[in-house]
Each structure stands twice: as structure tokens, then as C-alpha cells.
């Protein structure tokens, strides 16, 4: 199946928390940017976003954008269907990645590319924007390529 996403059209959208606490993430990948979060007072990374820092239980989680460059730290190829519309689809890979420059926070996400490929640990990949222009509330999903 030849499509502009990995995954197939009709799964269920991302929508930003009610509460406005991913707001930004969502936001700066519809820039292109990956965004997550750091305290602004000890200064640790932080992935998932929560609204208090994990290391000084302050709330003074702020957003900075990192590079996009990570390692994969582990992976799957899942073959049930996760969901209806992928009942003939896959497999696919899931990735976790590693970022080293924003305190080796881990991201999950899809690894780009035949879902049969070798998936190597540690090998490096790079963040690749997928925009949902079209969907009733545009959004942008962040995947991972392997870095050439
Ligand atoms: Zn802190």
C-alpha cells in the first residue's frame, strides 16, 4: 500500500490534552519542530510531559527544541492489528528512540521504511515530520528514518 503516512488513513487522531499540556508539542510539530520539555529550574529533560518535574518536583517545565537525532533503544514489529484499520495491513516497526542531547529521554514512534527491514539497536535515526493537513484538526506525527 502506497500512501503519504506509514500507518493507513482511519486511525484515530491525536488531539492535544484537554488540560493544554502537550500544547506546545503538537504545535511545534506542525512547525517542523520537536519540541519537549526541560526544567527550568534543575534543568533535566522530560518525556512525557507532566506538569512537574520528575527529579525537583517543581513546576517549571518549560519547552525547548531539540535536533531530532536519536538511537533506536528498542523496537517491534507487531503483526495483529492494533487497531481495525490495520487488519490488512502489517506488519509495521515501532520504535523507541534514545535523544543523547536532550538527556537520553526515549520517544516512541514508527520507523520509517519496509516493515521487514533489520532493525539494528543503537542505530542511528532522525525525526521525519508527517503532516495530517487534511484531518478536522490538522496535526503533525513525528516519525523516524533511519539517518543516512
Ligand atoms: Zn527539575
Known sequence: M???????????????AVDGLDVPYWEGTRRGE???????????????????????????MQWQ?????????????PWHPAHSVLRDFGPYLV??????????????????????QQVVIGAPVEAVFEPHDDAEHPYTLVQWRLTP
Open 2 to 16: 502506497t500512501t503519504s503516512t506509514y500507518l493507513p488513513a482511519g486511525l484515530p487522531a491525536p488531539l492535544p
Open 95 to 116: 520504535v523507541l528512540v534514545e535523544l543523547p542531547a536532550a538527556g537520553s529521554i526515549r520517544m516512541v514512534g514508527n520507523l520509517l521504511g519496509p516493515a521487514d
Open 34 to 60: 520537536l519540541l519537549v520539555q526541560r526544567c527550568g529550574s534543575c534543568g533535566t529533560w522530560q518525556w512525557g510531559p507532566e506538569w512537574l518535574c520528575h527529579r525537583c518536583n517543581t513546576f517549571e
Open 65 to 77: 527544541p531539540v535536533d531530532g537525532n536519536g538511537l533506536i533503544y528498542s523496537w517491534q514489529r
